[in-house]
């Protein structure tokens, strides 16, 4: 497996962002961290080499990057707007930066998909959401699509903005909304073991069904954990049985 690890200076968040790469082939996977972690979070879980098979035999190419949740919710010292604004400038590190190089190191007709857990699969269905023009699919695992969870109840513009739980009910502009529905990826997994929240799951898949969106949502049952055990399983069988 190629593997190739890369960055740059971001000038959208004025810091140095790395980002690594398998493989050389195929769409492009990209992968969002969960809470407090890095770049290199799903290689140190194993998770990169469950997805080998599909690397290996060219039918993608995963990027994985770093959040700065660590700068923005999880931050005690910042003030709540500081946060807020924080996310919002490492959404357009994302859609500005990150989605270019995706299609630089790849070609202008690669489709991207994203996919996270827990945190990362908040961050995954709204960067998706937000730009379904850029992004063509997401995979979330063992999500909860409210932000305030995360902002502890707080709400500013930004929070209500990545939140989808929030934004999604009131969105009503055509031309995003018939992108997304153009997706044949909106893919909800979750558990039902401990520490999974398969309500909250249940709750954004109604939400995307009253606006007439395809998606699935999938309980794995009570043997599936809030852990990577339960990510190592539930991604390869996405792309196994859904691609």
Same mark, same amino acid.
Request: glycine content about 6%; overall charge negative; aromatic content about 14%.
């Given at each position: 497996?190629?593997?190739?690890? *890369?960055?740059?200076?971001?000038?959208?968040?004025?810091?140095?962002?790395?980002?690594?790469?398998?493989?050389?082939?195929? *769409?492009?996977?990209?992968?969002?961290?969960?809470?407090?972690?890095? *770049?290199?979070?799903?290689?140190?879980?194993?998770?990169?080499?469950?997805?080998?098979? +599909?690397?290996?035999?060219?039918?993608?190419?995963?990027?994985?990057?770093?959040?700065?949740?660590?700068?923005?919710?999880?931050?005690?010292?910042?003030?709540?707007?500081?946060?807020?604004?924080?996310?919002?400038?490492?959404?357009?590190?994302?859609?500005?930066?990150?989605?270019?190089?995706?299609?630089?190191?790849?070609?202008?007709?690669?489709?991207?998909?994203?996919?996270?857990?827990?945190?990362?699969?908040?961050?995954?269905?709204?960067?998706?959401?937000?730009?379904?023009?850029?992004?063509?699919?997401?995979?979330?695992?063992?999500?909860?699509?409210?932000?305030?969870?995360?902002?502890?109840?707080?709400?500013?513009?930004?929070?209500?903005?990545?939140?989808?739980?929030?934004?999604?009910?009131?969105?009503?502009?055509h031309s995003i909304l018939e992108n997304i529905r153009r997706?044949?990826?909106?893919?909800?997994?979750?558990?039902?073991?401990?520490?999974?929240?398969?309500?909250?799951?249940?709750?954004?898949?109604?939400?995307?069904?009253?606006?007439?969106?395809?998606?699935?949502?999938?309980?794995?049952?009570?043997?599936?954990?809030?852990?990577?055990?339960?990510?190592?399983?539930?991604?390869?069988?996405? +792309?196994?049985?859904?691609?």
């Amino acid at each position: 497996m190629n593997r190739k690890i *890369f960055g740059w200076y971001s000038p959208s968040l004025n810091k140095e962002m790395p980002i690594v790469s398998y493989g050389d082939y195929g *769409f492009a996977l990209l992968l969002v961290p969960t809470a407090a972690a890095d *770049f290199l979070e799903y290689e140190r879980f194993q998770l990169i080499d469950s997805l080998a098979p +599909f690397i290996n035999d060219g039918k993608m190419k995963v990027f994985s990057i770093n959040s700065v949740n660590n700068e923005s919710w999880l931050n005690n010292d910042m003030t709540n707007w500081d946060k807020s604004h924080r996310h919002a400038q490492w959404n357009q590190y994302i859609y500005d930066e990150v989605i270019p190089h995706i299609k630089n190191e790849t070609s202008p007709e690669t489709p991207i998909f994203i996919s996270g857990a827990s945190f990362g699969a908040l961050h995954s269905m709204n960067l998706f959401l937000k730009r379904p023009d850029l992004i063509n699919g997401v995979i979330a695992m063992s999500g909860v699509y409210d932000l305030t969870y995360y902002s502890n109840g707080y709400m500013d513009d930004n929070v209500y903005f990545n939140s989808p739980q929030h934004y999604m009910p009131n969105l009503t502009d055509h031309s995003i909304l018939e992108n997304i529905r153009r997706s044949n990826h909106i893919h909800i997994l979750t558990g039902s073991g401990a520490h999974e929240d398969p309500r909250a799951g249940g709750e954004f898949a109604k939400v995307l069904y009253e606006k007439g969106i395809n998606y699935e949502f999938d309980n794995w049952g009570e043997n599936y954990k809030h852990d990577w055990p339960t990510w190592r399983d539930m991604l390869p069988n996405v +792309f196994a049985t859904r691609f």
